[in-house]
């Protein structure tokens, strides 16, 4: 059974500084290989919008937080190990 | 320096050590505990802090990215510190160094860029010091520098720009040198220089070309501007190129009506593509007029539409004329050919192919399809008598003994047999062969039996002759007669058997024998006279006067014999005597009233003093007494003596006399005769050169118009009588038919009396016409006026306007040998001419020819146009040639108002003389106030004199 729930991520980023490359673009092909046409991706750059990240009470970049469906997740680093990702996401069922 | 102000004094010195120390352990713990997976961390506040790691990526990767703009530009660049060392340098220049001076491991870097340059010697060293001078402004703060040098490799040239620009906008830090290869850019420019410089190269020539072609070759653009237009259609518009390119053809000065139709042609070329071919007649602004012929052609560009138009125009004024002169001489052969009878042939000897005319079928009486167009075919409508010998005649010719000329007989197929004359020449091939033979065939049937027709052409004249009513006779060079007709014979009363040897001189009367004789040798020398008299004897003694015209009869340019046609006039001149003798009665029965008067005045005098001598008076009163009767009986005496004199005969009386005699006398009656209201002038006496003349009629004539001049002046006013010497020439008498050139008296009779209405004008000379009640006027007087000058060789001229006045002016010839003055005033300095072009137009061949005699003579060159248009034509080829152009005003086609407009439009200045028969000065008349407006101000009245004429033209060249 093909589930068609929605995702929706914020992924806090800063600037193009090395890791957060790595983690929009680990997120990019985990959404195109598991979500596809069923996510939302909201990049935001904490140099140009400090003040997202203070509300959002991002500490640290790159920092995945996955809004719907809920429970909201919170994944910190490069999302370079899928298969955690995939688990903390709540993906791993549909994937395997 | 004073230790207290700065940051880290005292025992922050001992703290910062172990800050220092935390910072890295802090950034060494993070990156343990997030395995290296982040790059920002943030505070509470939010500030966010880039993680040492992440901080050298950056840094890493925008050096990175600036080497890899920096090595992709193609130019040679380095950057400077503010010493000039090179401290960096891109690919590119790295490429460029190890080719160059800078080689070795580092491409120069380490090296002082500026020193370099200072050093330079040789070729380039100028470009390096300049380029060193350039370098130091930059890093001093100025805003950049930049300079092109060559900088050329034995194999090839090669040119580079270099610019120099500050490594930093706001403060000076060093400088970046850029080095760019231009040679590229500088090949296609010199490339395109080179380029240009051959099309303007090509583009000279072709112009060159194009002048030297005696074809008007130019351009149009799609309005029918010029945009080219060749040198030798330059000179036909007298305008250079720069004046003629984006003109049309209205402002070149073409005529409307061509301009348009050019225009049109030229749209239709860009609109159809297709090339039009016209001519025209086309005068030009310099005055030249010719017949063109012109080619517009289309130049289609690459897209298929037309950019332009082509044009080629072709003077073909002498082919024209060539064609013309062709074609009518083709028509005046044909013409010629037609009214003579003349049929032309054509035989083609080998193709044996006969081509005749028109005139040839009807001379062989047939029609053009019954011709085979064969020798045979000719031969056949031969008469059979005459055929052996013609084909003989066709055959030596052939032979060439002799040219074919032979009379034959044809035969019509109706049976007519024809006379005919032919001629033909044999053309001969190279081989001497005869190819064609042409000829010419005419019918002699009449001159061949034409003698009957002679005859009776003869007899239907002599009939013509012998019935008329004119006394006609022939008479042989030394008077013999030849021939009489009836009327002369029943006339003069002889018999034909009288006349044989009879002279007519003979029979002419013995007071006119000698007149006769004179106009006889006249006759014999050539002259046509349309007017002689004479008075014959006739047999019974009887008196005839005759008058007629006398025709000589000339063969071969000799005169062989006389023809006198004359009429018998005995009865009309007696009746013209009586005519006069009337006439003159009439005037004096005007006079007879005045007379009676003035005789009464004298009479009553005498009347009165005779009492008074019976009476007896004292001695001084007795002699004063004696005296007035005396004076009164001469005075009346005097006047009786006047009267006589018009009671005199009419016969024709010849004496020399004074007109101003005649003068004084008309003066003593008018002044005793005319109402005192009419004052009477005459000249000074004594000036007037005398005239031959009856002094009886002289007398009568001035009579009539004073007596004319006084009815016109019913309220008086002034009558003048004077004479004026006057010399005609050959230019006056040219233009008055009745004029002779030579002396003349003019005698000139003037009122200031109501003057003469024009209708009446025209008729005042004509018998019988009077203005005057019946009874008063015969209507005679006037008539009679110009009889009696005519018989006297002179003529007369009126002037006349109304309300002011009229003027008879009489002119009498100046007796002969009695002149001598009128030569000395002919002699008087005329103006001459200094070899000035003069135009002279009149459709009279006699006036121009006159004028061109004296014009010519007086040291001018003349060209003569026998119409307007001539004229016209004349003047637009020669006006740069032409000084002055005298112009009469009437003439056919284009008068002289239309002819001064046109060469005026050509040559606004242009002197112009205008001869006219109408006063110049009379600004009423419609052509002479339209010539005013268009600023001729120069009038000749005709006729006029030589010497007037030459002073005209002298003044409109000194004026």
Known sequence: ?96 | VNQEKLPFAGDTAEELPALIERLLETSQRIEELTAGEVDTVSDRDGRTFLLPSAQDQVRYREAAKQTAILNALPAHIALLDIQGIIISVNEAWRQFASANVLQGPGYGVGLNYLEICDRARGVDSSEAHQVAKGIRSVLEGAKDFSIEYPCHSPTERRWFLLMVTPLADDHSNGAVVMHLNITQRKRAEQALDELSQRTQRRERMLSMVLSSISDFTYVFNREGRFLFANQPLLNLWGIALEAAVGKNFIELGYAVELAERMQRQVREVFETKKVIKDETLYISPTGVHGYYEYIFSPAVAADGTVDFVVGSTRDVTERKQAAALVAESRQRLALATESAHIGIWDWEVVANKMIWDTQMYELYGIREQEFSGAYDAWQKGLHPEDQGRAEAEIASALAGDKDFHSEFRVVWPSGEVRDIEAYGVVRRAIDGSPSNMIGVNWDITMRKRGVNALRESEERYRDIFENASDLIQTVATDGTLLYVNHAWRAALGYKDEDLAGLNFLQLVHPDQRAKTEQWFQQAIAGAALPLVESQFISKSQKGILVEGSVNAKVVNGQVVSLRCIFRDVTEKKALEAQFLRAQRLEGIGTLASGVAHDLNNMLAPILMSAPMLRWGLKPEQFEATLNTIESCAQRGAEMVKQLLTFGRGVEGQRVLLQPDHLIREIRKIVEGTFPKSIRVRSNREGDSWPVVGDPTQLHQVLLNLCVNARDAMPQGGTLTCKTENVTLDQQYAAMAPEAKAGPYVIIRVADTGTGIPKVVLDRIFEPFFTTKELGIGTGLGLSTVLGIIKSHGGFIKVDTEMGRGTEFAVYLPAAPGRSLQADKDDSSPVPKGNGELVLVVDDEAVITETCRKSLEKHGYRVVIANDGVEALTIYARQAAQISAVISDLEMPFLDGVGLVRAIKRMQPEARILIATAIDGSDARNDKVAQLREIGVTSFLTKPFNSNTLLLALHHQFHP
């Open chain 1, 1 to 96: 059974m093909i589930s068609r729930v929605l995702y929706k991520f914020r992924l806090y980023v800063a600037g193009d500084t090395q890791n957060s490359a790595q983690a929009v673009a680990n997120l990019s092909a985990l959404c195109k290989a598991h979500l596809v046409d069923r996510h939302e991706i909201e990049v935001v750059d904490v140099f140009r919008h400090p003040k997202r990240g203070l509300a959002d009470g991002i500490l640290m970049t790159p920092t995945l937080v996955k809004l719907v469906p809920s429970p909201t997740r919170t994944i910190i680093g490069t999302l370079s190990q899928a298969q955690p990702v995939l688990l903390a996401l709540g993906l791993e069922a549909i994937a395997s």
